[in-house]
């Protein structure tokens, strides 16, 4: 860990000596999460506080990693460039840092890509950034686990939905009645997701005829798990809370809200009416791509994706109606983050064999 963290420090050192008397220096261990996704490029850089972190620096940049990847099973040139230099400008956010820990993960695109190795292999040379593949089931555990602070005595059951990129991840969780650790008791990782869709829907998405198909058809993908969980009779039963945590829901929450603008502070951890969230999509539906363009909420980067997404929110809702929804902004970086800091806080302390061999931190 600490290697690679020096070969970033090594590779950035011009743009540190340029900003150093302008660095920030924060008291205690700092920790770092990058998320190589399929759409977006995403870091954090956090300090602990509490049980959970302050974020100190950050960094997000839509690369567009899956463009083209549903019709050539591989990471086209462009996309691999766009991803390269937004891995390069976040080695440079971390040169800035010292920092205790990295975990840079990379998923759906990279796991179907036939290139995928190839990249990562490139992009970790390149860049010094420790890049691994996750799985699908640690993908929908990270999930859980940044969203844990948002579902404790929330009721009995969860249903946490992320619709990515190249994937959309769902997992049943258990919430133990004395708001302790949720428990996941079964996932599933959908083969689709916004990016995926809209380049092989197109325009499709934007009639009503092609976006019920749509609905449809991922509806017949979730139904084998509603059949091995029975999620709409524990639904019907109470106590099950249904919480999104992906760019589609948080849009939504921004048309429900009706912001001007998008505000985090506003969006994370805020409970949806569903029947006012299903107008805001039937709204979104309406618009049209012009209307999606000007859409504060939605804008030029997303427009050609918040459809495709709301496809399988709408599936999601029409198989496992709720009165309310759950909104979390948050996901795989804080996921990571959490953990890399209760990894620490609970790493044994080796004894020191002499005063002045004190062992330092270990990465």
Partial sequence: MMLALARVARRHCTVMSRRQSHSPRHAGPLYAALDLGTNNCRLLVAAPAGDGFRV????NRVVRLGEGLHHTGRIAPAAVARALAALGEAAEHLARHDLRALRAVATEACRRAGNGGEFLARARAETGLPLAVISTREEAELAVESCAPLLR??????????IGGGSTELAWVRLPPDGGTPELAGYVSLPIGVVTLAERCGADCLTETGFD????????????????????QEIRQGGVRLMG??????????VVLGLARYRRPLVDGVLLNGEATDAALDSLCRMGRAGLLRHPCVGPERADYVLPGCAIFAAIRRLWPTPQIGVADRGLREGMLLRLIRADRTRPVRPRRHASHAMAPQP
């Fill in 213 to 232: 198909r749509l609905v449809t058809e991922v509806e017949g993908l979730l139904l084998p798990f509603e059949a091995t969980h029975r999620i709409g």
């Fill in 245 to 254: 945590t992906s760019g589609t829901v948080t849009t939504l929450a921004g």
């Fill in 56 to 59: 100190v620096d950050s960094f």
């Fill in 153 to 162: 005595r929330a009721g009995r059951r969860a249903l946490l939905f992320d």
